[in-house]
């Protein structure tokens, strides 16, 4: 018998993707998690029946959540990770030099378990000395703090159940505060095609907040509609005034100087959701 999982990300509309086995699967205290393993795309991990990451395509989302705004800073020493329990964009900070302390605050540990288990390659860098992992509430974790970060980086889950909070204005207040001056945020602010309003709230709300307020896009086919977003926030540096000569060479397999500036260039559609 063949088996199937399928994504609904629209009331009449989703993805499909045939498993070779179910490797885990259970409700947590904040979340149902499964682990399934999928011919195409590999080992993926799904929160709430939404795919969060695969072995195939992760590499997309944790490189420009990261590259784009640590290269944007000059000199990111301290950044906060706020979810990613997977671990990719803990992995992604720790390739930056310049970088003496990630904190990541995710608030369910068993994601960060069965991704330890199941997703070795994105978990990597969890026993790094530079790495800190706290079990906790980034909301609040953000609330407590004050002209702490120089990057703070929001690798949530839909708007929903324990990330419902990571998307408001409120939460963007208490980034800016939590940020040294000159500091920076990136949120993952999902796809235009499905999610137009939370775009156009993320960037209003953004815009209110920080001098430079910006949107940039990727592509990941397994994420809903293929195109996804991110919102950056900054108190001082413009990501698109970056100089090239300030690029080291990374070990990426999508980022690169050039298409750093490139995502900033959006459609027209997308473009009038951040008017």
Known sequence: MTLWFTEKQTKSFGITAKLTKGL???QTDFQKLDMIQTEEFGNMLVLDGMVMTTEKDEFVYHEMVVHVPLFTHP????????GGGDGGTMREV???PSVEKVIQVEIDQKVVEYSKQYLPQISCG????RAELIIGDGFMHILNSENEYDVILVDSTEPVGPAANLFTKGFYAGIAKALKEDGIFVAQTDNP???ADLIRNAVRDTREIFPVARLYTCNIPTYPSGMWTFTIGSKKYEPLQ???SRFFELDTKYY???????SFCLPKFVEDLCK
């Open 24 to 26: 885990h699967s259970e």
């Open 75 to 82: 000199n990111p020493k301290k950044v906060l990770i706020v």
């Open 94 to 96: 720790l390739k930056h």
């Open 126 to 129: 969890y026993d790094n000395p």
């Open 193 to 195: 095609w499905f999610k």
């Open 242 to 244: 970056v100089e090239t």
């Open 256 to 262: 690169t100087p050039e298409l750093h500036k490139a």
